[in-house]
Every structure is written in C-alpha cells, then in structure tokens.
C-alpha cells in the first residue's frame, strides 16, 4: 500500500530499482579497490608484531575510539565532535532501510515491522531527527572554527588549500545530508500522515505551498541526494582526511600499550652489539647451515617503506586536527617542526609510492612478465619531503603523542628518520656529534673524565650527621 | 657523612640495598652537583643503606638513542648492565628522569632488570614509611611552589603524584601551571636538545615554559630534572625573575625542611 503510492507506473519503479543496484554495486566495487589499494601501501612497511596482550588493545580501543576518551580532554571540539560521531553511526542505522527501500522498491520497509510511526519505528526516527539537527549544527560550529574564528591550529603551515577545502567539503557535505534526511522526511509526512516525525513536522510550513507532485518530487529528490551522497562521500573518505572514521578502530588496537617514554631497541642493532661484546664469536665466520645471511637491512627511515605498517597505517588514520602541532614545544616556539605534517608527510608519500608501485605492476602484466619491482623515483620521505631542520627540532617529550586523539606517534617516525640520518649518513649537527663523542670516550655527554664522577661528594666527607 | 662507592662496600664485605644512580648532569654539572648532594643527605639521614658506582657509573646512552644512534646507545646498555649485573643490583634510585626511563623501560630488553625508582617516588616511600620526617618550623610554609613535571617522569612514566606528594610535606601553597601534568610543556633540554643549539625559530621553549611558572606568581619553582633545573633556571634569568623566584629540585627543598642542609 505505501509502496504504491509513490510510484506513477511498475515500470518507473523498476528503473529507479535499477539505477539504484548499479550506484550500489559501483560504490561497493570502487570503494573496496580502494580500500585494498590502501591496504597494499600500508603493508608496504616493515613487519611488527602487534597481535599480544589483546585484551588490553580491545579495551584500548573501546576507550580511545569508541568512548572517545581523548576528545573530550579539549571540551568544546570534543563534545561537538561526539555528537557528529554518535549522530553517523545512529543515523547510518537508517541506511539499512534506505538500502532495502532502494533495492525492493519498498516504502519505509522498517515501519510496519516497527509498530509505525506511533510505536518504536517513530520513537527512533524521532531521535534520528533530533541526531542530524545536532550533527548540522555542530557541522556548522566547526566550519566557523575554521573559517571565521580562524582557529590558529587550523592555519598552520602545512595546512595548504588542499587539506582546508578538504575539511570544508566534508563539513558542508554532512550538513547537505542531514538536510536531505530531515527534508525527505518533513515532505513524507505531509503526503502521509502515518510518518509525520516530531521534529521534521515542525519543518513541514516550508513546504505548505507545494502540491502533492511537489512533495513527491521534494521527498524522492531528498532521498536520493541523501543516499547518492552517503555513497559518494564512502569513496571521498578513502582520499581524504576523513578516514579516520574508519581507520580510528584498527589504528587504536594495534596501538603501542608501552609507556610513552620507552623507545624500541632495535633487534639488528642488538645482534651487533652482542657480537662486539662477546669474546667468543668470530665475526668473520660463516653463518651456521641452513641459516640465510640476511641482507643488512638499512638502519631506521629514509623512506615509508622503511617505517612499519603500523606507522603507516597511523598516517592514513591522521585526521589533521592540529591537537599534537599545538602542544609541541617546537612549533609553539616557532620552529619549522610540526608533528602534524610529519603524518601529513607520510601519508602523500605512501600515496605517491604507492601509485607509482601500481602503475608499475600494471605496465608489467600487460607484457605478461612477473610483478614489477618498482624501481623507485629518486625521492624519499626524508629530505624530500621531512627535512633534516625539522627532525632536529624534537624534544621527543611526547606531547604530540599524548594530545593524540587517536594515538598516533608522530614522534615515533621521527626518531625512525634521526636513526637513519645517524647511522646510515653520519649526518649530525657538530654539537651532538661531539656529544656522541664524549658519550663514546668518557662515558658522559660532555668532555669530563670518568674519574671525576664521584667528586661532587668530596665536599660532603667532611660533614658529620 | 661518607658516600661510599659499590666498589668500596663490597671490599667491605657488605652490599648496599640501594644504588644511587647519580647521572651524568648530577655528577658533573655544579649545580646538579646540589641536588646530588641533597639526595645524598636525604638517602643518609634515612638510614638507607646505598651505595654510588662512582667512576664506574657511565652515561645510560639516553641522550645518544633519542638523537638516533642506537649503537652508541647499545654499547653503554651493555656495558652498564654487565657493572650493575656483576654487582647484583636489585634495586636503583636516580635523580634524572631520563635514566629513570631508561633504565625501567629500556634496560630490561637487554637483560638489565631491576626495580628503578625517581627520586621524588624514593623520598614520597621514606616519607610514608616514617623513615623520612619533616617536622619543626616550616621553611616554605605558605610560600607558593609551582612544580614543573619533567617528561621523561610524567607523561613518559606517568608519574605525576610522588612529586607533589612530596611538596605536600612543605605546607606551602602549590599551584599549578596552566598547562601541568598530562599536558605539561617541556623545557626544552629532552632528546638531546641540551647538547645542541635550538632550531630557528620565533622563541626559546625554556622562555616559553618559564613564562607559565612565572605566571602563577610562585616563589619557587620546584623541578624534578638536573636538565629542566638548567633551562627554568636560564628561562628565569631571560625574563628577569632570578632576584624574586627560586628555581629548586624537590630533593633540595626536602633536604631543607628536613634541616639536612
């Protein structure tokens, strides 16, 4: 009965069924391309195992993610945030029905199952409206953050015209679809008075003028803008910023469960060590059969394949807030480092490397030959994209990583570059490598003989307690 | 009062419950040399039985890893893990944060495992266990201290009471910086800073940093690091304070409620 009175004749129904599978199946097949393309770029860094203590990354991610525990430590962005995320995730139940609408040709499949308007069906859409009025406008809040109160972490110096619009697209997107939702509705009340919701009936005066084809054409116009929208932005997601929508989750359970402070030590660095320290072992000597001699790999990052995937992986998860650039030391006091390009860096040169690895996989099938091994492009992340003058800046005093509402390590990637630069080139400035000196002769990070260690209590010997 | 070393105790036949692990900043530097000094005497006024390496403390190799050079890191973890394992060290009270985080978080991967304490978690112990009294007319009292959380001791170990449980004991007024604990700024010395010149830039972070002590009109600045000792310390100096603030490390300020100096 509902289904047929929005349909003139079966045939267009069909059609509009029709149209509708298609998108469907588009979207689907070019967001899960993408998503494979990305997952390929993520796996391009080096292997780290993640996978223990998972009790504790499953309450990790329940905290950090899904309960947004490190949002709210900024209340006003934290709370307006929790609104649009509580508003996508509730409001996306809805795209069920809409799914199933569009496939079946149904009406509000939901409702009659649902008890109607007057019953759990009516209760929930109900607070769907409520959701998106809030979404609109915290969406509304935000975009004046950004363009008109012109927040400072906002306008930084890697925050280039890109990843502005950037931001700005998504936050006007948001707004059209929530007005498409609240809009479909209002006009589907007024054709029928069975789904009249509480707050998009207070909307329905707008519509007072327009005849019932009006309303049809407002309410069909509505849902498809809605739903085409919603398959748009899944796919604009995967470029964008916007991914941490997804990527928050993994990203948080693979998360670092050590204390902040404790850096890894490196497991090829220790081999040598070993080796150096013990009198026993001939360096020289031949490996033991049937162990390989391993290639040595290089020392730290010069470029996103030398970083492991979890890295990687956090810089796609990079939503570009600014939280970590405005607490580190180094950009406050105006220095070129900003934690937040270091990710930003990361991820436009995995993309890079990325497109370029494909291209050349593509070009060798054609030929018919093995998988290429591309051959790289001459750049790399450091240098070419994170300069030495930066990595220099880190205080490494974790602020970034503490402000992270997600729990990304930018300083992580940097101490990976500074090992590079350090025992790959030797490249330091004098001062530290004359602190490596002293470290290496005498034991201290500046030129006093070790002898002198217990000096300071000489003055103490002649004190009587 | 005699510090004695490991090496001397042991000659002694005997072995320290504790090793004071000094530091490079605390030996060398005169004025950590002080806070050495004052942990020194609080450890002896305790009736803690510690000892010092003395010359065979080298540096924990903090500085060289966060600059990148993980080997030079590497070959002091080796060489002060073989000194502190041949001395069977159970236990290590430090007066930096940075050997602090090494030497807890670091240091066990490579075979090196003991209970590592800061010093203000050792003094807060003495403190709660009676062993350690603060008693008589208060040199602090009602004065403001405003304490700097050094990194590697906050939001690397997450260690932000023992400090100012401590400073409790002064009966002063604390006050907290605008940004303390969790989302407390660095002073600029951490990741081997202290050995370099800074970056180009639009200020200093220590003149940052010591413009939010200043601003909650404290008396003393209360430090937990011989490094952010050093960076408050000049910060204060820059802004033309040095007259009307003190900059103290929490041993020091204990030291003298406790008339240990």
């Known amino acids: 009965m509902k289904s047929s009175s929005r349909g003139a004749n079966k045939h267009q129904m069909a059609l509009s069924q029709y149209v509708f599978f298609l998108l469907l199946v588009a979207t689907a097949s070019v967001f899960t391309r993408r998503i494979l393309a990305v997952r390929r770029n993520i796996l391009l860094g080096r292997d780290i195992d993640r996978s223990d203590r998972k009790g504790e990354r499953w309450a990790n991610m329940a905290r950090v993610a899904l309960g947004q525990s490190k949002m709210v430590v900024r209340p006003v962005s934290g709370i307006l945030h929790i609104i649009v995320y509580v508003g996508f995730i509730v409001i996306n139940l809805e795209m069920l029905e809409i799914v199933i609408d569009g496939m079946f040709g149904t009406h509000r499949v939901f409702a009659d199952l649902l008890g109607g308007s007057q019953g759990l069906y009516g209760l929930m859409i109900g607070a769907f409206e409520w959701l998106a009025l809030g979404v609109l406008l915290a969406c509304v809040v935000f975009l004046i953050r950004r363009n008109v109160l012109r927040i400072a972490r906002f306008h930084s110096a890697e925050m280039k015209p890109w990843p502005k619009s950037d931001a700005n697209i998504i936050l006007v997107t948001e707004i059209v679809l929530m007005s498409a939702f609240l809009l479909m509705n209002a006009s589907d009340g007024l054709m029928h008075e069975e789904f009249a919701f509480a707050l998009s009936s207070s909307l329905q005066p707008l519509l007072a003028g327009f005849s019932e084809a009006g309303l049809h054409l407002i309410e069909r116009g509505a849902w498809w803008l809605h739903i085409v929208g919603v398959m748009a932005f899944l796919i604009y997601i995967t470029y964008s910023k916007h991914f941490h929508i997804l990527l928050a989750f993994p990203n948080t359970w693979y998360a670092r469960l050590e204390p902040m402070g404790q850096m890894d030590n490196m497991a090829a660095v220790k081999k040598e060590v070993d080796l150096m320290m013990d009198p026993n072992v001939d360096p020289y000597a031949a490996p033991p059969e049937g162990e390989q001699a391993e290639a040595p790999a290089a020392f730290g990052a010069r470029d996103v394949q030398d970083l492991t995937w979890k890295q990687l992986m956090e810089a796609y998860s990079c939503t570009e807030c600014g939280r970590c650039t405005s607490v580190c030391p180094a950009s406050l006091s105006g220095k070129k480092l900003s934690p937040r390009k270091v990710m930003m860096d990361t991820r436009d040169r995995l993309e890079e490397v990325g497109k370029a690895i494909g291209k050349a996989d593509k070009a060798v099938s054609k030929d018919g030959a093995a998988c290429a091994n591309w051959g790289g492009d001459g750049k790399s992340l450091l240098g070419d994209y994170i300069s030495e003058e930066e990595l220099w800046a880190c205080t490494t005093c974790q602020a970034c990583v503490e402000a992270c509402p997600l729990n990304i390590e930018p300083m992580g990637i940097i101490l990976d570059l500074r090992r590079n630069l350090i025992m790959e080139d030797s490249k330091a400035p004098d001062p530290i490598t004359s602190m490596f000196n002293n470290v290496e002769n005498n034991g201290a990070p500046w030129a006093f003989p070790a002898a002198d260690r217990g000096k300071w209590a000489d003055s103490l010997d002649s004190e009587t307690n | ?261």
């Open chain 2, 1 to 261: 009062m005699k510090v004695q070393t490991i090496a001397e105790m042991t000659a002694t036949g005997k072995s320290p419950d504790v090793l004071f692990w000094v530091g490079c900043a605390g030996s060398f530097d005169d004025r950590a040399q002080q806070i050495t000094k004052a942990i020194a005497r609080i450890l002896d006024h305790a009736g803690v039985n510690f000892a010092v390496l003395g010359g065979e403390e080298s540096c924990t190799g903090d500085p060289a890893k966060r600059a990148g050079n993980e080997f030079l890191f590497q070959m002091q973890a080796a060489q002060n893990i073989a000194v502190l394992n041949g001395y069977g060290i159970k236990r290590i009270v430090t007066g930096c944060p940075h050997c602090f985080n090494v030497l807890r978080n670091e240091y066990p991967e490579l075979g090196g495992d003991y209970q590592v304490m800061h010093h203000t978690q050792f003094i807060q112990e003495l403190i709660a266990d009676g062993r350690l009294r603060i008693e008589g007319e208060q040199p602090f009292k009602g004065k403001r201290i405003t304490f700097h959380d050094p990194c590697y001791l906050g939001r690397a170990n997450g260690e932000y009471t023992a400090p100012r449980a401590a400073l409790q004991q002064l009966d002063a007024e604390l006050v907290e910086m605008r940004r303390c604990k969790k989302k407390g700024l660095c002073c600029g010395a951490g990741g081997a800073q202290m050995f370099k010149d800074a970056e180009p830039g639009t200020a200093e972070v220590n003149h940052l940093r010591s413009k939010e002590a200043l601003d909650t009109q404290p008396k003393i600045i209360a430090t937990g690091c011989p490094f952010c000792n050093t960076m408050m310390t000049d910060g204060v100096k820059h802004h033309g304070a040095e007259s009307k603030v003190d900059v103290k490390d929490i041993a020091e300020l204990i030291a003298d409620a406790a008339n240990l100096i």
